[in-house]
Nanobody, 124 residues
Framework: QVQLVESGGGLVQAGGSLRLSCAASGRTFNFMGWFRQAPGKEREFVAVINRSRGATYYSDSAKGRFAISRDDAKNTVLLQMNSLKPEDTAVYYC???????????????????WGQGTQVTVSS
């Protein structure tokens, strides 16, 4: 059975940092990434990493502040978030897909597996 389990969310002041972790079990994935959803808003892309090429992709809001990485030995993906802003407040979801094309990597509809989500709250 495939599972994605996130950890690392919490409450932090603006300008602070958090690191999210997502552990996958049951299989490995070529693309693993993060999306987030704030109250009343649609789920939006944050970052994704391609295992076969090591390539990373970020949303405009994440570029320069967030860094995605993976530990293949542990089948885990990490999201280091720095310089956090109140507008980063959301539930953060780990997502995974097994294809190698990476087409529409920013679209939630392209991802098959999802974690339960972890809350990130940034206070001003």
């Amino acid at each position: 059975q495939v599972q994605l389990v996130e950890s690392g969310g919490g409450l932090v002041q603006a300008g602070g940092s958090l690191r999210l972790s997502c552990a996958a079990s049951g299989r490995t994935f070529n693309f693993m990434g993060w999306f987030r959803q704030a109250p009343g808003k649609e789920r939006e892309f944050v970052a994704v990493i391609n295992r076969s090429r090591g390539a990373t992709y970020y949303s405009d809001s994440a570029k320069g502040r967030f860094a995605i990485s993976r530990d293949d030995a542990k089948n885990t993906v990490l999201l280091q978030m720095n310089s956090l802003k109140p507008e980063d407040t959301a539930v953060y979801y780990c997502a995974a897909r097994s294809d190698y094309s990476g087409i529409l990597y920013y679209s939630a509809a392209q991802y098959t597996y999802w974690g339960q989500g972890t809350q990130v709250t940034v206070s001003s």
